[in-house]
Protein backbone atom coordinates (compact mmCIF):
# COMPACT_ATOMS: atom_id res chain seq x y z
CA UNK A 1 0.00 0.00 0.00
CA UNK A 2 3.03 2.08 0.15
CA UNK A 3 2.35 3.49 -3.43
CA UNK A 4 -1.54 4.46 -2.44
CA UNK A 5 -2.54 7.92 -2.56
CA UNK A 6 -5.14 8.30 0.46
CA UNK A 7 -5.53 12.09 -0.45
CA UNK A 8 -6.52 11.01 -4.29
CA UNK A 9 -9.78 8.90 -2.59
CA UNK A 10 -10.74 11.57 0.37
CA UNK A 11 -14.01 9.35 0.85
CA UNK A 12 -12.28 6.39 1.49
CA UNK A 13 -11.30 5.63 5.62
CA UNK A 14 -7.44 5.66 5.83
CA UNK A 15 -8.18 4.02 9.32
CA UNK A 16 -11.08 1.46 8.88
CA UNK A 17 -8.54 0.02 5.38
CA UNK A 18 -5.68 0.40 7.67
CA UNK A 19 -7.23 -1.68 9.87
CA UNK A 20 -7.95 -4.55 7.71
CA UNK A 21 -3.85 -5.07 7.58
CA UNK A 22 -3.79 -6.17 10.93
CA UNK A 23 -5.46 -9.07 9.36
CA UNK A 24 -8.09 -9.45 12.37
CA UNK A 25 -10.67 -10.02 10.03
CA UNK A 26 -9.11 -13.16 8.81
CA UNK A 27 -8.50 -14.23 12.14
CA UNK A 28 -12.05 -14.39 13.36
CA UNK A 29 -13.74 -15.33 9.83
CA UNK A 30 -15.30 -12.47 8.74
CA UNK A 31 -15.86 -12.06 5.15
CA UNK A 32 -15.00 -8.47 3.64
CA UNK A 33 -16.92 -6.92 0.47
CA UNK A 34 -15.63 -3.90 -1.32
CA UNK A 35 -17.63 -2.03 -3.71
CA UNK A 36 -17.30 1.10 -5.80
CA UNK A 37 -16.92 2.53 -9.45
CA UNK A 38 -14.23 1.09 -11.56
CA UNK A 39 -10.57 2.40 -11.22
CA UNK A 40 -11.28 3.68 -6.97
CA UNK A 41 -8.67 1.10 -5.99
CA UNK A 42 -10.78 -1.99 -4.97
CA UNK A 43 -8.40 -4.33 -6.87
CA UNK A 44 -5.09 -2.49 -5.60
CA UNK A 45 -6.34 -3.02 -1.81
CA UNK A 46 -7.45 -6.62 -1.75
CA UNK A 47 -4.24 -7.40 -4.01
CA UNK A 48 -2.19 -5.70 -1.03
CA UNK A 49 -4.03 -7.56 1.80
CA UNK A 50 -4.05 -10.68 -0.17
CA UNK A 51 0.19 -10.33 -0.06
CA UNK A 52 0.61 -9.31 3.47
CA UNK A 53 -1.96 -12.63 4.22
CA UNK A 54 0.62 -14.69 2.21
CA UNK A 55 3.99 -13.28 4.39
CA UNK A 56 1.80 -14.27 7.48
CA UNK A 57 1.78 -17.39 6.09
CA UNK A 58 -2.08 -17.38 6.04
CA UNK A 59 -3.17 -19.75 3.26
CA UNK A 60 -4.51 -17.29 0.38
CA UNK A 61 -6.32 -17.92 -3.02
CA UNK A 62 -7.09 -15.08 -5.47
CA UNK A 63 -8.82 -14.90 -8.80
CA UNK A 64 -11.13 -13.07 -10.48
CA UNK A 65 -14.53 -13.75 -10.43
CA UNK A 66 -14.35 -15.07 -14.30
CA UNK A 67 -11.14 -17.42 -13.64
CA UNK A 68 -12.55 -18.96 -10.86
CA UNK A 69 -16.28 -19.29 -12.61
CA UNK A 70 -14.15 -20.77 -15.52
CA UNK A 71 -12.43 -23.29 -13.05
CA UNK A 72 -15.58 -24.71 -12.04
CA UNK A 73 -16.99 -25.27 -15.13
CA UNK A 74 -14.26 -27.27 -16.13
CA UNK A 75 -14.31 -29.29 -13.74
CA UNK A 76 -18.55 -30.10 -14.31
CA UNK A 77 -16.70 -30.70 -17.90
CA UNK A 78 -14.38 -32.94 -16.84
CA UNK A 79 -15.69 -34.49 -13.56
CA UNK A 80 -13.60 -32.57 -10.93
CA UNK A 81 -16.11 -30.30 -10.24
CA UNK A 82 -16.17 -31.35 -6.57
CA UNK A 83 -12.66 -31.39 -6.31
CA UNK A 84 -12.14 -28.01 -7.63
CA UNK A 85 -14.81 -26.56 -5.33
CA UNK A 86 -13.27 -27.95 -2.10
CA UNK A 87 -10.10 -26.23 -2.97
CA UNK A 88 -11.52 -23.18 -2.98
CA UNK A 89 -13.07 -23.79 0.15
CA UNK A 90 -9.84 -24.35 1.44
CA UNK A 91 -8.01 -21.44 1.89
CA UNK A 92 -7.90 -19.31 5.06
CA UNK A 93 -8.45 -15.96 2.78
CA UNK A 94 -9.98 -15.99 -0.73
CA UNK A 95 -10.20 -12.95 -2.49
CA UNK A 96 -12.57 -12.85 -5.64
CA UNK A 97 -11.62 -10.10 -7.00
CA UNK A 98 -13.83 -8.42 -9.92
CA UNK A 99 -17.35 -9.55 -9.75
CA UNK A 100 -19.28 -7.77 -12.53
CA UNK A 101 -16.52 -7.59 -14.75
CA UNK A 102 -15.97 -10.15 -17.69
CA UNK A 103 -18.57 -12.11 -19.38
CA UNK A 104 -19.53 -15.34 -17.09
CA UNK A 105 -20.38 -18.35 -19.05
CA UNK A 106 -24.31 -19.70 -18.96
CA UNK A 107 -25.46 -22.88 -20.51
CA UNK A 108 -29.28 -24.19 -19.10
CA UNK A 109 -28.13 -27.56 -18.25
CA UNK A 110 -25.55 -26.44 -15.80
CA UNK A 111 -25.86 -24.70 -12.93
CA UNK A 112 -25.48 -20.85 -12.55
CA UNK A 113 -22.46 -18.89 -11.61
CA UNK A 114 -25.08 -17.86 -8.81
CA UNK A 115 -25.41 -21.15 -8.03
CA UNK A 116 -21.64 -22.02 -7.85
CA UNK A 117 -20.83 -18.91 -5.30
CA UNK A 118 -23.91 -19.61 -3.27
CA UNK A 119 -22.07 -23.25 -2.82
CA UNK A 120 -18.70 -21.88 -2.14
CA UNK A 121 -19.80 -19.07 0.30
CA UNK A 122 -22.26 -21.40 2.00
CA UNK A 123 -19.26 -23.69 2.58
CA UNK A 124 -16.78 -20.60 3.57
CA UNK A 125 -19.11 -19.14 5.82
CA UNK A 126 -18.23 -18.80 9.52
CA UNK A 127 -15.10 -21.10 8.67
CA UNK A 128 -12.63 -19.02 6.22
CA UNK A 129 -12.88 -15.32 5.27
CA UNK A 130 -13.90 -14.45 1.70
CA UNK A 131 -13.18 -11.03 0.56
CA UNK A 132 -14.99 -9.63 -3.11
CA UNK A 133 -15.00 -6.40 -4.75
CA UNK A 134 -17.39 -5.55 -6.95
CA UNK A 135 -18.27 -2.56 -9.49
CA UNK A 136 -21.19 -3.36 -10.06
CA UNK A 137 -24.29 -2.82 -7.98
CA UNK A 138 -25.24 -5.35 -5.49
CA UNK A 139 -28.98 -5.53 -6.94
CA UNK A 140 -27.58 -6.29 -10.33
CA UNK A 141 -25.42 -9.26 -9.27
CA UNK A 142 -28.66 -11.55 -10.10
CA UNK A 143 -28.14 -10.89 -13.66
CA UNK A 144 -24.86 -10.54 -13.95
CA UNK A 145 -24.40 -14.04 -12.06
CA UNK A 146 -27.41 -15.31 -13.64
CA UNK A 147 -30.27 -16.37 -10.83
CA UNK A 148 -31.89 -13.42 -9.03
CA UNK A 149 -32.79 -15.86 -6.02
CA UNK A 150 -29.22 -17.26 -5.52
CA UNK A 151 -27.73 -13.76 -5.52
CA UNK A 152 -29.86 -12.66 -2.97
CA UNK A 153 -29.17 -15.60 -0.59
CA UNK A 154 -25.27 -15.12 -1.46
CA UNK A 155 -25.38 -11.32 -0.83
CA UNK A 156 -27.78 -12.42 2.47
CA UNK A 157 -25.07 -14.54 3.70
CA UNK A 158 -22.15 -11.63 3.28
CA UNK A 159 -24.79 -9.26 4.74
CA UNK A 160 -24.52 -11.25 7.94
CA UNK A 161 -21.34 -11.12 8.83
CA UNK A 162 -18.81 -9.01 6.61
CA UNK A 163 -16.67 -5.53 6.52
CA UNK A 164 -18.39 -3.24 4.02
CA UNK A 165 -16.52 -0.53 2.18
CA UNK A 166 -17.67 1.37 -0.87
CA UNK A 167 -14.99 3.36 -1.82
CA UNK A 168 -17.03 6.47 -3.68
CA UNK A 169 -14.57 8.41 -5.93
CA UNK A 170 -12.78 9.28 -8.69
CA UNK A 171 -11.20 6.59 -11.06
CA UNK A 172 -7.41 6.53 -10.64
CA UNK A 173 -7.22 5.21 -14.10
CA UNK A 174 -8.46 8.37 -15.85
CA UNK A 175 -6.49 10.65 -13.47
CA UNK A 176 -3.14 8.51 -15.09
CA UNK A 177 -4.71 8.78 -18.36
CA UNK A 178 -5.47 12.47 -17.66
CA UNK A 179 -1.63 13.01 -16.32
CA UNK A 180 0.02 10.95 -19.14
CA UNK A 181 -2.18 13.25 -21.33
CA UNK A 182 -0.70 15.96 -20.44
CA UNK A 183 2.55 14.76 -20.48
CA UNK A 184 2.10 14.72 -24.06
CA UNK A 185 0.61 17.73 -24.49
CA UNK A 186 -3.30 16.09 -25.90
CA UNK A 187 -6.62 15.81 -24.43
CA UNK A 188 -7.18 12.01 -23.15
CA UNK A 189 -9.73 10.23 -24.95
CA UNK A 190 -13.48 10.85 -24.15
CA UNK A 191 -12.28 12.61 -21.36
CA UNK A 192 -15.26 15.03 -20.15
CA UNK A 193 -13.58 16.66 -17.45
CA UNK A 194 -12.73 20.31 -17.52
N1 LIG B 1 -5.54 5.85 -4.59
C1 LIG B 1 -4.66 5.25 -5.43
N2 LIG B 1 -3.33 5.52 -5.36
C2 LIG B 1 -2.45 4.95 -6.22
N3 LIG B 1 -2.80 4.07 -7.19
C3 LIG B 1 -4.10 3.76 -7.30
C4 LIG B 1 -5.09 4.32 -6.43
N4 LIG B 1 -6.30 3.81 -6.77
C5 LIG B 1 -6.07 2.97 -7.80
N5 LIG B 1 -4.76 2.94 -8.13
C6 LIG B 1 -4.15 2.23 -9.27
O1 LIG B 1 -5.06 2.45 -10.35
C7 LIG B 1 -5.24 1.26 -11.10
C8 LIG B 1 -6.70 0.85 -11.05
O2 LIG B 1 -7.02 0.46 -9.71
P1 LIG B 1 -7.76 -0.91 -9.37
O3 LIG B 1 -7.42 -1.95 -10.37
O4 LIG B 1 -7.52 -1.23 -7.94
O5 LIG B 1 -9.28 -0.43 -9.60
P2 LIG B 1 -10.62 -1.21 -9.32
O6 LIG B 1 -11.41 -0.40 -8.33
O7 LIG B 1 -10.34 -2.62 -8.96
O8 LIG B 1 -11.33 -1.10 -10.74
P3 LIG B 1 -12.27 -2.17 -11.51
O9 LIG B 1 -13.63 -2.05 -10.86
O10 LIG B 1 -12.26 -1.70 -12.93
O11 LIG B 1 -11.68 -3.53 -11.33
C9 LIG B 1 -4.30 0.24 -10.52
O12 LIG B 1 -3.08 0.29 -11.23
C10 LIG B 1 -4.08 0.72 -9.08
O13 LIG B 1 -2.82 0.33 -8.57
MG1 LIG C 1 -10.70 -4.44 -9.91
Redesign the pocket.
Known amino acids: MA????D??PKLDRRVVEDLFTLCFVESREDLLVT??????????LQALAIKACEQEWMVRYARCVDLIDDLYAGLADGSYERRMRKWCRPSLLVID?VG?GQLKRRDDEPTAAHMLFTLLDRRHDHATTAI?S?IKLSAWGKYLGDATLAAAVLDRLAANSIRID?NGPS??QH?ARERAKAHGRKPRGDKAT
Open positions: AFDWFQGKTGTGKSHIDLTNIYRL
